[in-house]
């Protein structure tokens, strides 16, 4: 399914973006009520918090253009009022969440593969903030999650190497045990609708992190274990894994530049959404 762009008449502001994360009471020209989680903002609104202004007052807007912008209170002061900007979203298209469009194969020169141009990390953050847009309800992070101080799984990118996986990124936080895991494959098109379970058993040593293998093929998945433990994570096969890799390593260090103005469960929301986006674009035939 494709979205179309409609060009709007110069009387009729385009929708520019919607609320991320929120706390405190905060208002926009565009609307009587106070903003919430996910309200649209169109271009040139004006966006301010209402008084009385306290300390964890903070907003954070994203944007169809993959931008952000957030803001959070300082001794009973926010700041000037935003406006928000005129986005071009032309180029949106969730059929293909890597960023759009299918990743574009280049032209190879005689007696040389063809390489596949992959999109940008901007595209593909515009791609998440889309896909949280139209349809929030699955990447939530359950209620017994958000309160919970403890640590937790983590989201990842995971390789598939002769049908193994290193599982460490994923227990970076956790105490060493054995974990018993159910990971439900989820098709990344409808995240909300998991296709297979498999089963894990992983033994986890913060000494020896090498040791934590599983057996999961390609394919997004959510992880749910005991204690409330739960993430979501990409496996790739091991000639997507560097490039999916570091692009998800790039929007975890962009999240991480949010914990001001982001709720952590907020962010990570935003972090299964991109893994959506790259389970999508690691569908492609990597020649």
């Not at 271009?43 to 300390?55: L, M, N, T, W, Y």
């Not at 979203?89 to 969440?97: L, N, P």
């Not at 990409?234 to 000639?239: A, F, H, I, S």
């Not at 103005?261 to 299964?272: G, H, I, T, Y």
Request: proline residues 7%; aromatic residues 8%; charged residues 20%.
């Amino acid at each position: 399914m494709v979205f179309a762009t409609v060009e709007l008449g110069a009387q009729t502001p385009k929708e520019a973006g919607y609320v991320l994360s929120i706390s405190g009471d905060w208002r926009s020209t565009s609307s009587r009520t106070p903003l919430k989680q996910f309200q649209t903002l169109p271009s040139q609104a004006r966006v301010f918090p209402v008084k009385p202004i306290k300390q964890d007052h903070f907003i954070a807007i994203a944007l169809f253009n993959g931008d952000t912008i957030r803001v959070r209170c300082r001794q009973g002061s926010c700041g000037q009022s935003l406006v928000i900007p005129t986005v071009n979203r032309k180029t949106t298209d969730t059929t293909h969440a890597a960023g759009g469009s299918p990743p574009k194969k280049t032209q190879a020169q005689p007696g040389t593969a063809e390489r596949t141009q992959q999109p940008s990390l901007t595209d593909r953050v515009a791609a998440a903030f889309w896909s949280l847009f139209h349809g929030h309800e699955p990447y939530i992070v359950p209620v017994f999650v958000r309160d919970n101080a403890t640590a937790d799984l983590r989201e990842a990118v995971l390789e598939n190497s002769s049908g193994q996986v290193a599982m460490a990124p994923v227990f970076k936080d956790l105490p060493k045990g054995h974990y018993r895991l159910v990971a439900k494959k989820l098709n990344a098109d409808q995240p909300d609708v998991f296709t297979a379970t498999v089963s894990l058993n992983v033994d986890w040593d913060p000494q020896q992190p090498a040791k934590a293998q599983a057996a999961l093929d390609p394919g997004l998945y959510q992880l749910v274990g005991l204690q409330k433990l739960e993430s979501w994570v990409l496996v790739t096969t091991d000639n997507q894994y560097r490039e999916a890799s570091n692009s998800f390593a790039s929007a975890l260090k962009l999240s991480s530049e949010w914990s001001r103005e982001v709720d952590p469960a907020d962010s990570r929301m935003f972090l299964r959404a991109f893994l959506a986006t790259l389970a999508k674009g690691s569908t492609e035939s990597p020649n």
